[in-house]
């Protein structure tokens, strides 16, 4: 089968590197995605975490909607329950104003920080409202239409732009399929966070109850996944397995932790526990050379009943993240002809 091809990038901060670095690399690695023909190029909100610069993806994606031409630049995402719906209905309706068509706004339920900033995030907030409400107004400010009965009705936010953003759902439940069928939004499924039986599920779910809206007159399941593409299966399986011990030292010793360099990682060798907390992560990334990993997005892409895969090249090193996209694209661009 014939896969579309899209990218999450965290705007990594390697080990003994810094945010401007960081930038710069997540520049280069969207102006060569776009040439590599990837379709999307996602921005996530982490908080307080050190090893990415993407804690306001809303100030990257308009740096990278300002560089690019094509690409559809967006968030995955923005953290709904620390903003004001209308506030970011009116920050997304304004970068689609200077690149109309090409601006995403991928929505999660969660609030991407540990407690302490999650505090900090709130702090002037009485209260929650549940992520079904902000999501309903979000859409509505956007769209100005709210629901009937809505404490907004009549409301929109601007500017108007000609061209709206592009609303998502994000889940890695499977509990918001519904909401965003409910809404006509596209749906997005982070396996890289839950692989299983869950995601396929949900996202026959969301196309069983999907409801055409002024967003999307069809169902868009895109299905987000770690990946470790290297030339030889030796270099990427030394890749995965920085990756790996990331996930170690974030879960036991450090939530913030940053990639490992590979000449560290190289030499370490894993207990038994570890072992096994590595079996029970092996499928949240895809593991191999080009081919060997598009076979296996092809394959993800069937079980989910879709064609959109989104990579995650979350990989020490900036030139061996773009040389996963680049490894991928000759890949499919092979497999094509």
Request: glycine fraction near 8%.
């Amino acid at each position: 089968m014939s896969i579309r091809l899209s990218v999450l990038d965290y705007a990594s901060i390697d080990d003994g590197s810094d945010a401007e670095t960081a930038v710069a690399a997540m520049d280069r690695l969207a102006l060569r995605a776009e040439e590599l023909g990837y379709e999307h190029f996602w921005l996530p909100e982490h908080h307080g975490f050190d090893f990415s610069a993407s804690t306001a993806p809303e100030m990257l994606i308009a740096r990278l909607a300002s560089i690019t031409t094509e690409l559809q630049i967006g968030s995955g995402g923005i953290m709904l329950p620390n903003y004001s719906a209308y506030k970011v209905a009116e920050s997304f309706l304004t970068m689609a104003t200077f690149a109309p068509g090409r601006i995403n706004l991928g929505v999660g339920s969660v609030t991407g920080a540990g407690r302490a900033e999650t505090i900090a995030l709130n702090d002037e907030k009485e209260r929650q409202f549940p992520f079904e409400r902000k999501v309903a107004d979000l859409l509505g400010f956007l769209g100005a239409q709210h629901a009937e009965g809505s404490t907004y009705e009549g409301m929109q936010a601007h500017p108007r732009a000609k061209q709206l953003p592009t609303p998502w759902v994000l889940s890695s439940s499977g509990n918001t399929a519904g909401l965003a069928a409910q809404h006509g939004t596209g749906f997005t499924f982070a396996h890289f966070i839950n692989p299983g039986t869950k995601g396929p599920k949900a996202a026959e779910l969301y196309r069983q109850q999907f409801t055409p809206s002024i967003f999307g007159d069809t169902p868009e399941v895109m299905v987000a996944v770690f990946v470790a593409v290297a030339d030889d299966q030796e270099h990427a399986e030394l890749l995965a397995k920085a990756f790996h011990l990331w996930l170690l030292d974030t879960q036991t010793r450090n939530p913030g932790a940053r990639l490992r360099s590979l000449d560290e990682v190289a030499d370490i060798e894993f207990t038994d526990a570890q072992q096994a907390a590595i079996a029970k992560n092996a499928d949240r990334i895809l593991v191999g050379t080009g081919h060997s990993v598009l076979a296996q997005l092809e394959q993800l892409a069937r079980n989910y009943g879709t064609d959109h895969m989104m990579v995650n090249p979350y990989v020490p090193g900036a030139r061996n993240r773009q040389r996963a996209l680049e490894l991928l694209a000759e890949a499919r661009d092979g497999r094509a002809s």
